[in-house]
Structure formats: C-alpha cells, structure tokens
C-alpha cells in the first residue's frame, strides 16, 4: 500500500517464540490462546494465507488486520477486511493496522506486523490520483452491499 510507513516487523520475536516451544520451554497452550473474538475476526475479516500453522501444521494462517486511532473514534479497535484498508487510507489522516496470524486449528496466535496508513503520506498530486482509485476499487468490490456508493458519491 502506497502510504504504508513505520513497519514494525515481529518475525524474530515469533521466530523465539517457537524456538522455545519447540524445545518445551513453554507450551503450547501458552502460544495457542487465540480468543473467540480473534477467531472469529478471522473468520470474517481475515485474509487466508498459503502458509501452514507453524504449530500444528493442520490449517493454513489467517491474517488479521486490527485498525487503532483516534480518527477512528468507535471502529478503533475492529478488524477490518485488506481490501478495506486503502479505503481507509485515502479518507483518514493517519491510523494504526495491526496485523496478527491465526491458526483456526490449534488457535495459535502471534503478532506479526505493525504500521501506519493514511494520507498524511501523500503528496498533493498522489492525493487526487489516490482518492479516485481508491474510490473506483470501493465501489467495485462493494457492490453486494450498495451501502458504500452512496456514501462516496454525495460529493460533501
Ligand atoms: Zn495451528
């Protein structure tokens, strides 16, 4: 994504962690304790993945995308679908993903990435070509819901 900055990578921090796992110096139950509310962000905002669980290698990895700041008064906090994110970062100033891997299996949970969005980003120029793409794949993907358009083209 074109405003993505200030990426905070946590792999090597998962990558100890499973360390320890795999040599029993914690447990599993530990490490899989995803909630019911991560489970279920998973299943209906999550972005599915190519890659196994790497603790019980049963399902594929769910990523989770967490959204946080202040612009987003009572969404923060909520997961929200990829597909969703360049929508937001055209319209809101700056915010927060944080994105977090699931196993549906086994409930291992880590997260794995942090950074911000928004069109503080952005030159001038960037922000009229970005508003307008952003806009076009909105209403596309959309569609089922005709909720979306509407609001976009009230132009206020
Ligand atoms: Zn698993």
């Known amino acids: ?23 029993g110096k914690i447990g599993t139950l530990e490490v899989c304790d995803a909630s019911p509310y991560l489970k279920n962000a998973a299943r209906f905002h999550g972005e599915p993945t190519e890659d196994r669980c790497p603790v019980c290698r049963r399902d594929n990895l769910t990523l989770v995308h967490y959204i946080y700041g202040d612009e987003l008064k009572q969404s923060a906090g909520q997961a929200r679908k990829l597909t969703e994110l360049p929508v937001l970062a055209m319209t809101l100033r700056e915010f927060q993903v944080f994105v977090v891997e699931v196993c549906q299996s086994c409930s291992w949970n880590h997260l794995i990435e942090q950074f911000l969005l928004g069109r503080d980003a952005l030159t001038a120029d960037e922000l009229d070509q970005g508003v307008a793409a952003a806009v076009a794949s909105a209403s596309g993907r959309h569609r089922e819901t005709g909720s979306s358009s ?4 009230g132009g206020e």
């Open 1 to 23: 994504m074109r405003t993505q900055r200030q990426i905070v990578d946590y792999s090597l921090q998962k990558r100890a962690l499973l360390r320890d796992l795999h040599n």
């Open 150 to 153: 509407h609001r976009w083209e």
